[in-house]
């Protein structure tokens, strides 16, 4: 089973509007952390923001969100007032309980950003 | 610089022959961890390696496959025998410490292609 799900492949945003891209996940683990990361053209990947198993509110960091719902299994990234460079893949991860380092990572949605 | 270096960058080989990539992490990390992009997907975990800890190779497709990491810094991943199968984006990343909450830290990672 996929422990990771990103179901929008692609995804097209106005420039200027908020848009949201969906993460749900699959642990038994009661400790398990959650990350995204940007991946533009260019290939790196670069960090944008955690979400731990046991933090009480959303993470937030700039324009960037985490729509956290634990019952759910979902984490979703928010990015309010989209621009240009935001067109990347974007990357859903996790980190189950405190013996696994690794990440295991979602397939990817595209986000394409028009002006 | 202060990112994670990777080299080279791409490398074009024959099938059949070795390769070594080499991946030299932020100062001070502790955690090394090598992951393969193959074209349009996620990554998939390889390789970690945490201070003088015995190395989690559990993401290893194959024997051909081997790291090592010298004096807890610089690491190495050879493929041995490349196949065409082998071909992908191989990345390093470093964090500072195995913390769930400490956010991996990537190279630009090495294109591998295999003929």
């Known amino acids: 089973a996929q422990k990771i799900t990103q179901t929008q492949p692609g995804m097209f945003v106005q420039e200027k509007e908020a848009v949201t891209l969906d993460c749900t996940y699959d642990t038994s683990d009661p400790s398990y952390g959650l990350f995204w990361y940007k991946q533009p053209s260019s290939g790196e990947m670069i960090f944008l923001i955690y979400?731990?198993?046991?933090d009480q509110q959303n993470a937030t960091e700039g324009r960037y969100s985490l729509n956290f719902q634990k019952a759910r299994k979902s984490a979703n990234l928010v990015i309010s007032a989209s621009q240009l460079g935001d067109s990347a893949m974007y990357f859903c991860?996790?980190?189950?309980?405190?013996?696994?380092?690794?990440?295991?990572w979602g397939a990817g949605t595209k986000l394409i950003i028009k002006p | 610089g202060a990112g994670v270096s990777q080299s080279p960058s791409n490398k074009v080989t024959e099938k059949g022959k070795d390769v070594e990539l080499r991946c030299d992490p932020i100062?001070?990390?502790?955690?090394l961890y090598w992951y393969r992009q193959s074209l349009g997907q996620g990554l998939e975990f390889l390789i970690y390696?945490?201070?003088?800890?015995?190395?989690?190779k559990s993401g290893l497709p194959s024997d051909r496959f081997s790291a090592e990491r010298t004096g807890g810094s610089v690491s190495t991943l050879t493929i041995q025998r490349t196949q065409q199968e082998d071909s992908a984006v191989y990345l390093c990343a470093s964090s500072p410490s195995r913390s769930m909450v400490q956010p991996q830290h990537f190279g630009d990672g090495t294109r591998l292609s295999i003929l």
């Open positions: 979400q731990g198993s046991y």
């Open positions: 991860a996790m980190r189950e309980g405190l013996y696994h380092s690794q990440l295991i």
């Open positions: 100062s001070g990390h502790t955690a």
């Open positions: 390696f945490q201070g003088n800890s015995a190395p989690d």
